[in-house]
Structure formats: structure tokens, C-alpha cells
């Protein structure tokens, strides 16, 4: 084999411009084909880093009517539907899939309901436990967090991000400032910030509700404050933080099913606890993209082909132009699987070398797409691998027909002919 390999290379090296022309067909489908692999998988990356965001792998679980998150700033609390207690947060945190569980109840809108001085704050107001920042990634920056003396002792106490800092305190060090939340005092002792950069992609108003909400940032306080602002209790929103992206869907599922079993409400309320399956929506997406990237990949593989009926047709040429050297072989006592094997070898290397040039021309290709569209691009290593292996197979099936025909030559007439 490894003097089959050498007499290939040897042929192929005598031969460069007719063996760099057989290639062409190989090198191109292997190219386009790589570049569109890498698209796709850039692409589908994309969307899912879109939709899930950095990597921390929080599924939200809250109550909804229909289709439609339940807002209790405009509709009265439901019945039936109970405050979910520690109990419940703990086994939901003991989901297979989840790490940890935080409740918290929010308020989007809060015109006229924040205030520090005269300045009005319009963010976003949040009842936390002591899990939330963990679960959501958030780390203190400046200040402290929440300790359970602040909870215990109901402390009016809260903490800001950094949207909110700016927008209440532009220019300010607002630790130990004082706002005023439903007319009560409470104390900054904490600013914090996101650990990961990621901003996620806003093209739709869904898009942004769901991760913008509002530019001025988010007021935290904690859990034990809430009936400050509420005046009542009020259904928790459920976050949940996945061990991995893909355990995001079944997590969800799994929790609002926990949160479910304790509802009394009546059955014709279409109110129930529902995930938020990011996931889902980001598969969708990506079979949507899929479906249009594969047909581009068959039509790519056209050219491999076209690239295959070309090495049949130079390994012909081949076997003609050497027919007084099989036959001198066979005079000797070559074998039939002796020549088989020598043709076959020298077809599968030429399209293997066609294979790797391929494939390093589709990652530049892949390259300069994504500098000039700005699209993502990710190299696929089994692709890669199955390109080249595939290329030698084309060798091999196409290479076949001249092979047989070497190795069915009959010595005399091939040592005969001129």
C-alpha cells in the first residue's frame, strides 16, 4: 500500500497541471460545501446565543393566562393560586438538569412609584430571594449584596445594576443614597453588573421586552419588602438556572409541572404556570435555516460529480497511456488485484489532496464571508474529516471502472500496442 501511495504521488508530481485540472471539480464542491457547513453551524450559533444569551442557561417559569404572561400590575390576583413556598423552590432547584432556583416578583412599569428627590424612576422593580444573582449571573460590582440579616430584619435596603445607577445617580456614587420606593425610604448598598458581555440581538418589540424590558435598568429589593409595594401577596416568577443549554427545555418543562400540581385554580381559567422555551424557539429557528442551507449543499455536491466523472475519465487516459507498463508488470507475474489495487490507490490519493485543498480553501472561504456579511462563521472538525473521506471515496468509486480495466488488460496485446 505505502508503495502504491508513493508511485500515486510520484504520477501525480510528473503530471501537475493535468492532475491540478482533474482536482478543480473535488476542490470546489469540498470548498463550497465547507464554507456552507460553516455558515450553517456560525448561523445556528448565532441564534441560539441570541435567544439563550451568555451560557448561564436560565429558563423562566411564570404564571400565564392563554399564551400571555399574567401581569398583576393590570389584573387582580387569581384565585387558586398559591404563594410557592421554600419547600417548593428547593425541589424545584433538585430538578435533573437544574442547579439552582430563585423566585421573585417584579413590577415592568414603575412611573411615578420610584422616586429619588423629584426624579421619577421608570425601570423595572424586583422582589428578590437570596438565589437571584446567582442564578441570573450577576455579580456585585460596588457595594454588597443581600445578606439574610436584610431579609430576617426586613431592612428597607436595595440594590441597583448598572443601567439603573446611571439613570438615578448619572455621574454619582450611589451607595448610602436613598430612594424612595411606594413613599418608604430605602438605601443603596450595592450596584451590580452581568459577569458575561453578551448583548443580545433586538430586532422585534418581542425581542425587546423579552431582554431590554427598559433602558433605565432594574431596583432591587428584597423578597421580605415586597409587600411594600404590593400591598398583597402576588404569584412568583421562577427562574431557573439549566446545567447545560440543552437540559433548558426539559428543566422548564419539568418545574412548571411541580408548580402546577399545587394550583386550584378552575379548569376553564386557562391559567397556568408555562416556560419560557427559549430553546424552542431557537430550534425552530435553526430548522428553518437548515432547510435552506441543505439545499445549497446538494447543489454544492454537484460539482464533487462533475469532479468524480473527471478522475474517471483521467484515470482512463491513464490506464491507456500506460498499457505497455501493465503488461510488462503482468509479463512478470503481477497480479489482477496487484494492478486493481495500484490504479484504485492512485485515483483515491488524487482526490484525497483534492480533499484537503478543498477543505482549506472552504475555511477561507468561510473567513472572507463572514469579514465581508458580518455573518458568523464556525469550522465543523467531522465535517472536515468527512470531506476528505468522502473525497477518497469518489476516488475510489470512480476510479474503479479504469482499475478494472487495467487489471483485465491481456499482457501480450498490452505489450504489443504502441
Not at 49 to 75: C, H, W
Not at 172 to 186: A, D, R, T, Y
Not at 340 to 357: K, N, R, Y
Request: charged residues 15%; hydrophobic residues 45%; aromatic residues 6%.
Amino acid at each position: 500500500m505505502i508503495e502504491n501511495i508513493g508511485l500515486s504521488i510520484q504520477g501525480i508530481w510528473n503530471h501537475k497541471l493535468r492532475s491540478l485540472l482533474t482536482m478543480l471539480g473535488i476542490i470546489i464542491g469540498i470548498a463550497s460545501i465547507i464554507a456552507i457547513v460553516s455558515t450553517i453551524k456560525g448561523t445556528n450559533e448565532q441564534i441560539k446565543q441570541q435567544l439563550i444569551g451568555a451560557g448561564n442557561n436560565v429558563v423562566t417559569v411564570q404564571l400565564s393566562q392563554g399564551d400571555s404572561p399574567f401581569e398583576m400590575q393590570y389584573t387582580a390576583k387569581p384565585d387558586g393560586v398559591p404563594v410557592i413556598s421554600e419547600d417548593t423552590r428547593t425541589r424545584l432547584a433538585q430538578v435533573d438538569g437544574a442547579v439552582d432556583a430563585s423566585l421573585y416578583t417584579q413590577r415592568t412599569y414603575v412611573d411615578g412609584l420610584i422616586y429619588c428627590g423629584n426624579t421619577g424612576f421608570s425601570g423595572t422593580l424586583r422582589g428578590i430571594d437570596s438565589h437571584y444573582f446567582g442564578v441570573n449571573g450577576y455579580n456585585v460590582y460596588l457595594g454588597r449584596g443581600f445578606s439574610q440579616q436584610d431579609y430576617d430584619s426586613y431592612k428597607k435596603v436595595a440594590i441597583l445594576d448598572q443601567s439603573a445607577a446611571g439613570s438615578i445617580f448619572p455621574g454619582q456614587n450611589p451607595l448610602g443614597k436613598v430612594i424612595e420606593i411606594k413613599q418608604e425610604p430605602f438605601t443603596i448598598i450595592g450596584v451590580v453588573a452581568l459577569s458575561s458581555t453578551y448583548e443580545p440581538k433586538v430586532e422585534t418589540l418581542e425581542d425587546y421586552y423579552t431582554y431590554v424590558g427598559n433602558d433605565s435598568g432594574a431596583v432591587y429589593i428584597p423578597s421580605a419588602q415586597w409587600p411594600l409595594v404590593a400591598q398583597f401577596d402576588e404569584p412568583q416568577i421562577v427562574d431557573i438556572q439549566a446545567a447545560t443549554t440543552d437540559d433548558m427545555t426539559v428543566v422548564g418543562k419539568d418545574a412548571a409541572e411541580i408548580i402546577n400540581a399545587n394550583l386550584t385554580v378552575k379548569q376553564d381559567s386557562n391559567i397556568a404556570y408555562k416556560s419560557n422555551d427559549v430553546l424552542e424557539r431557537a430550534r425552530n429557528l435553526q430548522q428553518l435555516a437548515n432547510a435552506t442551507n441543505q439545499q445549497l449543499v446538494w447543489i454544492a455536491s454537484i460539482s464533487l460529480l462533475v469532479g468524480g466523472i473527471g478522475v474517471m475519465n483521467i484515470m482512463l487516459v491513464t490506464v491507456t497511456e500506460r498499457t505497455r507498463e501493465i503488461g510488462l508488470k503482468k509479463a512478470i507475474g503481477a497480479r489482477r488485484s496487484r494492478i486493481l489495487w495500484q490504479f484504485l490507490t492512485e485515483a483515491a490519493v488524487l482526490t484525497s489532496l483534492g480533499g484537503i485543498i478543498g477543505v482549506l480553501t472552504g475555511i477561507g472561504l468561510a473567513q472572507i464571508v463572514s469579514r465581508v456579511s458580518g455573518s458568523p462563521t464556525a469550522i465543523s472538525v467531522p465535517a472536515t474529516a468527512l470531506a476528505v473521506v468522502f473525497s477518497m471515496l469518489i476516488g475510489i468509486v470512480f476510479g474503479l471502472m479504469p482499475a478494472v480495466k487495467a487489471a483485465n488488460l491481456n499482457p501480450i496485446e498490452a505489450l504489443r500496442r504502441e
